[in-house]
């Protein structure tokens, strides 16, 4: 069993920061790769990045790279997604998730259906 649990989002202007963690417990959360996904009202959920088990691999949505980091702590067992140049429509709820394997590829990287825990989510609101 995984938990996983988010903080660290918030309420910001246009053109700021944010930097919202993930702690997780329970089985070894080195071994697996990680994954933010975003969730507006009324839209779908969509990744916004993913980082493999080492870290040393990334990959984001087109929306946010450039602006966004995504890092892990094996250490802490804590994922984080340094986020810069906040838009408005940046604006959603934030949650991690742990896929079922430790790589990820470009074609399944999206897929919610191989990330088998997921966060309770953090709101990120950026205001105009």
């Known amino acids: 069993q995984v938990q996983l649990v988010e903080s660290g989002g918030g309420l910001v202007q246009a053109g700021g920061s944010l930097r919202p963690s993930c702690a997780a417990s329970?089985?070894?959360?080195?071994?697996?790769?990680m994954g933010w996904f975003r969730q507006a009202p009324g839209k779908e959920r969509e990744l916004v990045a993913v980082i493999s088990w080492t870290g040393g691999n990334t990959y984001y949505a087109d929306s946010v790279k450039g602006r966004f980091t995504i890092s892990r702590d094996n250490a802490k067992s804590t994922v984080y997604l340094q986020m810069n140049s906040l838009k408005p429509e940046d604006t959603a709820a934030y949650y991690c998730?742990?896929?079922?394997?430790?790589?990820?590829?470009?074609?399944?990287?999206?897929?919610?259906?191989?990330?088998?825990?997921w966060g309770q989510g953090t709101q990120v609101t950026v205001s105009s």
């Open positions: 329970g089985r070894t959360f080195s071994t697996y790769a």
């Open positions: 998730a742990k896929k079922s394997s430790p790589y990820f590829s470009e074609n399944d990287a999206p897929r919610i259906s191989l990330y088998d825990y």
